[in-house]
């Protein structure tokens, strides 16, 4: 079972569409784009548009609907681990085999959760939910759940680590803290675990790229 404490007081923010931009109400101004939004947006999409040209356009969203609906029920089964509960929701195996990897891989290694599905938000900038924050290893941290259909290379994803660079910026901005660690939980279709950490040099390394990012969003705004 793992140690839930609670030294901040997270709020839940509501989230609308506007314009085709995932937007966040917050209590701390007008509402702002999704980190997600935000990175989708700045992408470069040539080896994405490439892959849809070359499995056809409906072959591409088949294997992306499918991919999101086994990677939403694991992320529901490990949201209910996080917090000490019993998962009710819908059930499919390879979910559920997946979730039980991460579990194994990182409960030792996690001495406290401070909030699971965390709202949060960079006053004027951005917000976003990051899946964990709390103690990693000894170091107060990021963590995010992926799931993926093939183990990936640690240069394919530079987009969650901006993203988890824009969670510990947000989270420093707003509580004060000084969150410069990150990880990655990632798990296969095949049950193949990988684990992706950063530490403080490179936490720096991706806000500052991240920085670049919501820039490069405004400016195209």
Known sequence: M???????????FKRKSVGGKRLYENPYGEPVPSVTTILSKTKDMTH???????????????????????GTIMHNMLESWSLNKEYT??????????????????????????????????????????DLVGIYKGNHCI??????????????????????????????????TDIKHAAIFMCSRDCNWQLWEVGPDEFEHWTEKWARRVEEFYNLS
Not at 48 to 70: F, H, P, S, Y
Not at 89 to 98: E, R, V
Not at 101 to 123: A, F, M, R
Not at 147 to 165: G, L, S, V
């Open 89 to 130: 929701g819908t059930n499919m195996l390879q979910a559920k085999m997946m979730a039980e990897t991460v579990i194994k891989n990182v409960e030792p290694d996690i001495q406290e959760v401070w909030g699971s599905e965390v709202n949060l938000c960079y006053p004027g900038l951005y917000a976003g939910t990051t």
């Open 48 to 70: 994405l548009n490439a892959w849809k040209k070359r499995v056809g356009e409906k072959k591409a969203q088949e294997i992306v609907t499918e991919a999101a609906n086994v």
């Open 2 to 12: 793992l140690k839930i404490t609670t030294p901040y007081k997270y709020e839940e």
């Open 143 to 176: 963590m995010d759940f992926k799931q993926t259909n093939k183990p990936k290379k640690r240069e394919w994803i530079d987009d969650y680590f901006m993203q988890a660079a824009a969670y510990g910026m947000a989270h420093n901005e707003v509580f004060g």
